[in-house]
């Protein structure tokens, strides 16, 4: 027989061992924790190791990603596809056990997880996506979406502000399937928290509307069992049960410790602690008595199998309910939705709108809305602002199986807790905000793009066209650090036309997150061919062109695309020949090839033009060195638009003069 003790033991020693091999990593926080993730995987996680994306499972994420070993060591024991070697790979190139848990590198892995408390946000969106979907799909003896959303966080975690932004949000909607394990160990990398984090955690989560199990001995599996079953029984509110551990349990001189966080113990400390827990085993050596325990293969078939049977039930009873879930968890869209969507923007084209494109975003959300009811949205508290309720939106408060979420003012949170719904599977969400405050957010979009997460961001308020609100407001460099932002796709379209296939675009990307760049003042609506319109989509097309051969190149996006192609012509009637080039996607351009990149912007033509209002210096790579851009050097004023983009060169005569002094150089 093997004792709770010894069970957890097997996560320490294979957490101290691996982090000794690769001589880097964080031993203390598994230490700590094992007791507890003891209990949780072998009493109460349902999950099956041989299919890790088994759609009923229970979500698990370590938002203190450091401690990954702790992970890495349950999945290997409960089963998954992680070897021992792998375990001995721990942080080295190529292996499927990287410093910080990756989604797609190791299977069971739910979430990217190391900028702390993201993972605790994450969560927040599965437990979201979870109880939308069930509410969506769910009929009476018929639960076939029911699971719940398990956190790891420690003190760093909530210490994030992110932490704030989230619970807060979890407590109002009442998330009663999500349950926070909070390691308070009182030790992080400076050393004691006391010095810089007392803050009472239980009064501050009863303040969110949080069920508290407070002062549980983390140590202790009864103590531990009895406080997840209490945590379980209430429905109505998310729980944290707060955990008193010891980081670095076991290790006689560094437990209890900042010694015990962030590097190996050492071999002499690890001599003493296989001393001090009775372990007889070598390094990576667990014997077969402890791994048959471990092993939930079995079990995780039974509960698996017992799903596809109620969901064949299911099927019998509902079967249009039944293939709409299929789809949306396969991620596969309708399909008539090509047909719907290109006879949308056809019809765009005919029927010229000068409007904003947060307007026409709005208006596209409407149209693909009546296909796509996985389309989940939501907004910082500006909504009337970006435009991004349709005549569909539902708040999830008003009604449980709705679309939409008032996520209030909290763009770091939104965008996390929107990258966890993407996630867990049935939706394709969408947030907004105002561009500037993309820096609020910035590490959630950057998580997203690392885990190449769909995801669409909807910013407005595009540049110094937004006025009066002045350089506080006006984003100058945003535009520029999203397009270098790996993996993202980064529109910012020049009227309806190229809004709505930007949209389209964004829905048809199998991965990654779109960034869709939109204006708050309205746009004029160019003509375009059939050829054109179906150009759009490769991320740069030739929207004028005179005759060949030609003297100069414009390129420009958005709103400033007007004023290009009114100061091409003006040229033209000066007796030079222009070209004007829309590239709504940088990223998207680049992607095309060689032949299609040359058409469009043959080589032989060196006089080059950027016209944009956001910082210059991206531009260079498209127009060469020696290019001119108009564009922004600093930030912005506070002015009506129509005042700013004159004071800041964004009219015909400056573009017509500077563009003949290029030409005569």
């Not at 549980?216 to 998310?238: M, Q, R, T, W, Y």
């Not at 110094?464 to 270098?484: A, N």
């Not at 990654?512 to 003042?521: D, E, F, K, N, V």
Request: with cysteine; glycine share 8%; charged share 20%.
């Amino acid at each position: 027989m093997c004792s709770r003790r010894e069970l957890a033991n097997a996560i320490r020693m294979l957490s101290i061992d691996a982090v000794q091999n690769a001589e880097s990593g964080h031993p203390g926080m598994p230490m700590g924790m094992a007791d507890i993730a003891e209990v949780l995987w072998r009493d109460f996680l349902k999950y099956n190791p041989k299919n890790p994306n088994w759609n009923n499972r229970d979500r698990f994420i370590l938002s203190n990603g450091h401690g990954s070993m702790l992970l890495y060591s349950l999945l290997h024991l409960t089963g998954y596809n992680l070897s021992i070697e792998e375990l001995k790979n721990f942080r080295q190139l190529n292996s499927k056990t990287p410093g910080h848990p990756e989604i797609g590198e190791t299977p069971g892995v739910e979430t990217t997880t190391g900028p702390l408390g993201q993972g605790l946000a994450n969560a927040v969106g599965m437990a979201i996506a979870e109880r939308t979907l069930s509410s969506y799909f769910n009929r009476p003896e018929h639960d076939i979406v029911n699971h719940y959303t398990w956190v790891f966080v420690g003190d760093g975690c909530l210490m994030e502000g992110i932490s704030h932004e989230v619970c807060s949000l979890a407590g109002t909607l009442n998330l009663g399937k999500l349950i926070v394990f909070y390691d308070k160990n009182g030790i992080s990398i400076d050393g004691k928290t006391s010095d810089w984090f007392t803050d009472d955690t239980a009064k501050r989560f009863k303040s969110y509307n949080w069920h508290v199990v407070d002062a549980v001995n983390g140590h202790d599996s009864e103590s531990i069992k009895k406080s997840i079953k209490e945590a379980k029984l209430i429905i109505d509110k998310p729980s944290i049960i707060i955990c008193n551990t010891i980081i670095g349990f076991g290790s006689p001189n560094k437990s209890g410790t900042a010694e015990s966080h962030g590097a190996p113990l050492g071999k002499t400390e690890i001599a003493l602690i296989r001393k001090k827990l009775d372990w007889k085993y070598p390094p990576f050596q667990i014997p077969d008595k402890i791994y048959k325990k471990w092993n939930f293969a079995k079990k995780g078939y039974e509960l698996e199998k017992e799903w596809n049977k109620k969901f064949f039930s299911y099927q019998s009873k509902y079967p249009d309910l039944s293939i709409e879930y299929l789809r949306r968890i396969k991620k596969e869209l309708p399909l008539n939705w090509d047909k719907i969507t290109k006879n949308y923007i056809y019809f765009l084209q005919k029927n010229k709108q000068d409007i904003a494109s947060r307007k026409a975003s709005q208006n596209t959300l409407e149209k693909y809305s009546e296909i796509l009811p996985e389309l989940i949205g939501g907004s910082a508290d500006l909504s009337p602002s970006n435009l991004t309720m349709s005549s569909r939106s539902n708040s999830i408060v008003d009604n449980l199986s709705g679309n939409y979420i008032h996520y209030g003012v909290r763009e770091f949170g939104m965008t996390a807790i929107a990258n966890g719904i993407s996630h867990h599977g049935g939706f394709i969400p969408y947030t907004a905000t105002f561009l500037i405050f993309v820096e609020y957010a910035r590490n959630a979009v950057r998580m997203a793009a690392l885990m190449n997460t769909k995801h669409i961001f909807v910013y407005t308020h595009d540049s110094i066209g937004l006025g009066e609100d002045g350089p506080t407001h006006q984003p100058i460099e945003q535009l520029s650090s999203l397009r270098i932002t790996p993996n993202i796709d980064v529109w910012r379209p020049s009227d309806q036309v190229e809004t709505a296939v930007a949209w389209k675009q964004a829905i048809e990307k199998k991965s990654g997150p779109t960034a869709l760049i939109l204006s708050r003042q309205n746009l004029v609506q160019f003509h375009r061919n059939s050829k054109q319109l179906d150009s759009i989509s490769y991320g740069a097309y030739i929207l004028y062109d005179s005759e060949k051969p030609l003297d100069v190149i414009f390129i420009s996006t958005g709103s400033e695309l007007n004023i290009t192609l009114i100061s091409a012509k003006k040229l033209v009637s000066l007796g030079y020949s222009v070209r004007v080039v829309s590239m709504p996607s940088t990223n998207v351009f680049d992607r095309q090839d060689d032949n299609y990149k040359e058409f469009v912007l043959p080589s032989y033509v060196t006089k080059r033009i950027a016209i944009e209002a956001s910082i210059e210096d991206f531009w260079y790579k498209y127009v060469g060195i020696n290019g001119l851009i108009i564009g922004m050097k600093t930030f912005g004023d506070s002015a009506p638009a129509e005042d700013l983009f004159k004071k800041f060169g964004f009219t015909v005569e400056n573009i017509v003069n500077k563009s003949i002094i290029l030409l005569k150089s």
